[in-house]
């Protein structure tokens, strides 16, 4: 059983930066490709971003390619999610999930575990 906590959210102004993480326990980190996706007020969760288990292949949901980052860091068993010039429709509960095996996905129902999630809101 795999753990996952989200931090790092908090409250910014639109052209403002936030660095995401999640810390991983109670499995072997290397074992699973990792996903940030979030979820807006009236909306439904979405995919923003995924990377392998070897940290080698990334893929991005568009609307955010060239400003958000993901990145893993296995000597911490922590995913990041560098978020830059955030806009307020970015304003969303982010949450991270574990996929075990090799690919990445860019589907919610493939991810086995999933954190709490953390509140992002981008201010205008």
């Known amino acids: 059983q795999v753990q996952l906590v989200e931090s790092g959210g908090g409250l910014v102004q639109a052209g403002d930066s936030l660095r995401l993480s999640c810390g991983a326990s109670?499995?072997?980190?290397?074992?699973?490709?990792m996903g940030w996706f979030r979820r807006a007020p009236g909306k439904e969760r979405e995919f923003v971003a995924a990377?392998?288990?070897?940290?080698?292949?990334?893929n991005y949901v568009d609307f955010v390619k060239g400003r958000f980052t993901i990145s893993r860091d296995g000597a911490k068993n922590t995913v990041y999610l560098q978020m830059n010039s955030l806009k307020p429709e970015d304003t969303a509960v982010y949450y991270c999930?574990?996929?075990?095996?090799?690919?990445?996905?860019?589907?919610?129902?493939?991810?086995?575990?999933w954190g709490q999630g953390t509140q992002v809101t981008v201010s205008s």
């Open positions: 109670g499995g072997t980190f290397s074992h699973y490709a």
């Open positions: 999930a574990a996929r075990g095996g090799l690919l990445v996905s860019l589907t919610a129902r493939n991810y086995d575990y």
């Open positions: 990377i392998s288990r070897n940290g080698i292949s990334t």
